[in-house]
């Protein structure tokens, strides 16, 4: 029999524990080429330009990170699992060499077969996922896929790469072993040890301590030191987590079990203790896991909210779809004129208000109050409340002698800022104090012209007027003309006449549809890569405590038999796994959760909507993917349950 | 003086294998075994030893004819019921022990009364009085990884114990123990028989081992091949008698595993 003949026959025989690798790899592959295949797609490079193109290639790198790390630990685990295997070829009197050779040469074959069926199935799904990313980023043409040699070549190259890793790591494997180590490995696994009363205890509620200080201080980040306390936070979680996982779920379990005195029944004796047994070892990888999920998560719920709020954030910081003007006796008058004229041609109806602005110098100086990363003075546009109303804006109005601020680029810092404070209007002659009621979102007039805008009621607007503006000061008196489509179905046309007619002026673009559209092309791309990479990592990690799972349901089989001597039921000794398994996938879950929960609460000052909805989505996609894992673990050891008699 | 039957198999037979190709291991076998007997089970490899002891331990279902425990049919019986029966009358001791690592002797030993209606004060007795039998009192909060083997297979012991059973099988007990904590056990076993009145039906080779026994009985070729009664002998009597048997019944194969 040639070597061929014994990797044939040894792939056909351990076809069960391989096909879940097998799976693993061929997503793995798939993954890769539907991302290589949409880098290299001349659609989307045409429609995104630059900023998409770098991107993916972060992203892919990312990705490449992710599955090559997921493909090693597989790898490692299915090692381990196989190590009688190995050791028996070496009793018979294979050399280590001639072992390394089988394995690597299995290996190969069945990469090969991976990357083929890969980028096959790959092909196939590529199609789907461009249609999805081109809906995202809110192209609507017509689409066509091209075959791509580049990201076909590009994935072989990719997973060349990783099948020389892994077999390295068969290699490193075989060598290091020796004969009687490979027939205990799959005992290994540590003793029971009683914890060290005082230091465990001590460890233990320091795990949960630093958790909790992480949690208490991601809240408090907001001033100077923000970046060393980003890392404090992160610090501490992390090494909290890893406390968590290695000494306080242990120390817990140890309470409990000590106050039973004996008497642990047939579930704690499945769950509690099987768990306090592997938790040293499963520390690291659930500590990775757990805190890895919580950053996809927080990234994919902030994507997620970017995307979800696009429209709602550019309304906010555009409030006009079209605006033009100036200060002093600016001629912008007239290019409004041209440009509603043509509006006129098109049939396109709309709204026309010209909307006076005043110009102050205003200045804040109850200082205490303000946050320390504003510049004490700043530019005032004074707005009256009316003239927005006519220009139809729907709007709060202030009461008499105060002001609403208004600007977006600041909101984040100002809008924990207590309220009423007040601030100097002032210029060479006259100076006046106003009162700011409420600092509010977002704008009121659109950039560029927008600054900090302060609306107050008319009255109060003529009042400031009289008082400041004379002969010289005309020049701070400036007028915009605001350009509403009633029809919001024709804003996309309305929008590309602004367009042609700014770039025949040679004139920048501020409309609000514009911006909408390229926000939606951002997000929309920053969302798909988001969630492409959450979802490759969320099936790795998922995959790897199934296999880590199956790996542990092996090595108890000969409790479960005893178990069943013993006059235990299946159904008895499945309702004692369930519980373990609840515990397995439902702790990184949960403290995962909470983490991302405190990461996209204490990251909410970048995103002006509510975030609620698009992180609770996110969470229960996640949630329903370890779910899937949870329940084919299950299934695992209720089929090595039930042979095991 | 009446005894209770406690074990009643009448013509069983056991077959292995699919159409064509059919081995038959246990080939019409009646045995009766009495409350407070102590029986033991020898024979030659390949003789149905553990096949009959799996059989009457509701392990494996027979092929044909019918086993009583008590008043209870079990081949008759459902899957589920075989499981509860197992776990509220017989208890089982292994030759490698079958200990739980994740679990201490104690928590081993209340295993079987884990699900049962058992109170917990009556189990903490009964642990009490079978640790004490057994002499691992003090061993009641260390891993198995951490006791000898003899002291494994006291826990064992106590194991089966626990929750009363009308009838303990044993298979091979001693197979992995030195000669030293083997005797041991076997002594403690003989006591427990005699003192508690507990049924005991152990599967061995040794011929040492079944010297313990009130009563051998010999398997050949999936029959019974003949039975001898300890009945007022010694040990070393007995002893010699079995090892006569043996003689006759495997020549020099005698089962060495």
């Keep these: 029999m040639t070597l061929f003949d014994l990797v044939i026959r040894s792939m056909r025989k351990n076809i069960k524990h391989y096909y879940l690798y097998f799976f693993a790899l061929i997503f793995s592959v798939v993954l890769y080429f539907v991302f290589a295949t949409l880098q290299h797609d001349p659609a989307v490079v045409k429609q995104s330009g630059g900023t998409m193109g770098t991107a993916f290639k972060v992203a892919g790198i990312l990705l490449l990170f992710i599955a090559g790390t997921f493909v090693v630990y597989a790898n490692a685990i299915f090692l381990k699992r196989r190590s009688r295997e190995i050791g028996l070829y070496q009793l018979i009197g294979l050399t280590k060499g001639a072992v390394a050779r089988l394995l690597i040469l299995e290996n190969t074959l069945l990469s090969a077969g991976a990357m083929a069926i890969g980028i096959g199935a790959g092909m196939i799904v590529s199609r789907l996922f461009l249609l999805l990313l081109m809906k995202l980023v809110g192209f609507d043409g017509f689409i066509e896929l091209t075959f791509s040699k580049t990201a076909v070549l590009q994935t072989i190259l990719v997973f060349i790469a990783i099948i020389l890793l892994t077999s390295l790591q068969m290699l490193v494997a075989v060598r290091r072993t020796t004969l009687l180590g490979l027939f205990n490995a799959e005992k290994q696994g540590e003793h029971p040890k009683k914890p060290k009363a005082v230091r465990s205890a001590f460890l233990a509620i320091l795990g949960i301590g630093l ?46 079990r000590k106050r039973k005195q004996g008497h642990l029944g047939l579930n704690g004796s499945l769950s509690i203790a099987t768990l306090m047994h592997r938790m040293k070892g499963n520390a690291n990888s659930l500590t990775i896991i757990t805190v890895l999920s919580a950053m996809t998560l927080a990234m994919l719920a902030g994507s997620y909210s970017l995307y979800y709020s696009t429209g709602k954030e550019t309304r906010s910081i555009y409030p006009h779809d079209f605006m033009f003007g100036g200060y002093g006796d600016a001629q912008e008058e007239k290019e409004t004129k041209q440009f509603t004229d043509e509006l006129d041609r098109q049939g396109i109806s709309y709204l026309y208000t010209p909307i006076e602005v005043l110009n102050l110098d205003g200045r804040f100086f109850e200082e205490e109050t303000i946050t320390s990363w504003l510049s004490e003075m700043f530019s005032a546009n004074i707005v009256s409340e009316k003239q927005l109303q006519q220009a139809g804006i729907d709007i709060e109005i202030p009461d008499a002698r105060t002001a609403y601020f208004y600007d977006a680029s600041v ?3 100002m809008k924990t800022t207590e309220v009423p404070f007040s601030v100097k209007l002032t210029n060479p002659k006259n100076e006046l104090d106003v009162s700011i009621t409420k600092v509010k979102e977002g704008n009121i007039l659109n950039p560029p012209f927008a600054g900090t805008q302060l609306v107050v009621d008319d009255a109060f607007y003529q009042e400031i007027k009289e008082q400041f503006i004379n002969q010289e000061e005309t020049h701070r008196v400036g007028t915009f003309f605001s350009v509403m489509i009633l029809n919001k179905d024709q804003q996309a046309e309305a929008s590309e006449i602004y367009h042609d007619f700014t770039k025949e002026n040679d004139r920048l673009n501020f409309d609000y549809y514009g911006q909408y559209e390229s926000t939606m092309q951002y997000t929309g791309l920053l969302i798909f ?23 542990e349901a092996d090595q108890e089989k000969r409790s479960y038999a005893t178990l069943r001597q013993l006059g235990f039921t299946v159904q008895d000794i499945m309702r004692g796994i369930v519980r373990k398994q609840v515990f397995v996938f439902g702790v990184p879950l949960v403290i995962g959760l909470l983490h991302s929960i405190f990461a996209i609460k204490a990251a909410s000052f970048l995103f002006m909507s509510d975030i609620t909805l698009p992180a609770s989505i996110a969470m229960a996609i996640y949630v329903l993917i370890y779910l899937v894992f949870a329940l084919l673990t299950v299934g695992y ?9 | 003086m009446e005894q209770n039957t406690v074990l009643h198999a009448q013509n069983v037979r056991k077959s292995f294998g699919a159409r064509g190709n059919v081995q038959e291991v246990l080939r019409g076998i009646d045995l009766r075994v009495l409350e407070g007997e102590f029986v033991g089970i020898m024979g030659p490899s390949g003789a149905g030893k553990t096949t009959l002891l799996n059989v009457l331990a509701t392990i494996d279902r027979t092929t044909e004819g019918s086993i009583l425990i008590g008043d209870a049919d079990i081949s008759k019986m459902k899957d589920r019921e075989l499981s509860a029966f197992r776990r509220d009358k017989l208890g089982f001791i292994f030759q490698d022990y079958n200990l739980l690592d994740t679990l201490t002797v104690k928590e081993n030993i209340l295993l079987p009364v884990s699900l049962g209606k058992m109170h917990k004060r009556v189990a903490e007795d009964h642990f009490k009085s079978i640790a004490d039998i057994l002499g691992i009192k003090e061993l009641a909060n260390k891993y198995p990884h951490e006791i000898s083997g003899g002291q494994k297979q006291r826990t064992s012991a106590a194991r089966a114990l626990i929750n009363k059973p009308s009838l303990v099988f044993a298979d091979e007990p001693t197979g992995a123990l030195d000669s030293k904590s083997a005797s041991s056990l076997l002594g403690t076993l003989e006591d427990v028989n005699k003192q508690r009145g507990v049924t005991i039906m152990m599967v061995t080779h040794d011929p040492v081992a079944s010297s313990y026994c009130s009563r051998v ?23 010699q008698e079995i090892l006569k048997v043996q003689g006759v019944l495997g020549g020099d194969s005698v089962d060495t595993l």
């Design chain 1, 211 to 256: 958790i909790a200080f992480g949690y208490w201080l991601s809240g408090r980040m907001m001033n100077a030191l923000l970046f060393i306390n980003m890392l404090v936070v992160l610090a501490t979680t992390i090494t909290g987590t890893y406390l968590l996982f290695r000494v306080t779920i242990s120390w817990l379990f140890y309470q409990v």
């Design chain 1, 411 to 413: 909101y984040w810092l």
């Design chain 1, 529 to 551: 890569i988001a969630g492409f990479l959450g979802l490759v990592f969320l099936i790795s990690t998922g995959s790897i405590l199934y296999f880590k799972q199956m790996t």
């Design chain 1, 637 to 645: 050891y209720r089929k090595t349950v039930k042979a095991a008699l």
């Design chain 2, 217 to 239: 009985v010999f398997l050949k070729d999936g029959k019974i091949y003949s039975e001898l009664y300890r009945g007022d002998k010694t040990r070393q009597a007995f002893f």
